[in-house]
């Protein structure tokens, strides 16, 4: 089974920028679909951004497009979330997620790492 493994998440001021790595292991053929979710204190877990090994499939959450952009180094396995103009709200854990198909729902995807914290200060 593949292991998901996030950094990057650390205390940012607002309008600053991150950037957030998952590396995947122990499965190269179960990453075709890579995702980031996100969670704050309270809230349901909300999707932010999806792509597909091939790259025929690129989706954003409304609340960070322009902002945020999905990328992936296939030689390593590995996606990155490049967080651009961070606001406060933006503020959560962040989970990556692997699957075969870009979808936006949380039930589209069986293997989840263990989260990274994103704290925007105002």
């Known amino acids: 089974q593949v292991r998901l493994v996030e950094s990057g998440g650390r205390l940012v001021q607002a309008g600053g920028s991150l950037r957030l790595s998952c590396a995947a292991s122990g499965c190269t053929f179960c990453t075709s679909a890579m995702s980031w979710f996100r969670q704050a204190p309270g809230k349901e877990r909300e999707f932010v951004a999806a792509?597909?090994?091939?790259?025929?499939?690129?989706i954003y959450a409304d609340s960070v497009k322009g902002r945020f952009t999905i990328s992936r180094d296939n030689a390593k396995n590995t996606v990155y979330l490049q967080m651009n103009s961070l606001k406060p709200e933006d503020t959560a854990v962040y989970y990556c997620?692997?699957?075969?198909?870009?979808?936006?729902?949380?039930?589209?995807?069986?293997?989840w790492g263990q989260g990274t914290q994103v704290t925007v200060s105002s």
């Open positions: 792509n597909t090994w091939s790259g025929s499939s690129t």
């Open positions: 997620a692997a699957g075969t198909v870009a979808v936006t729902s949380t039930s589209g995807y069986k293997n």
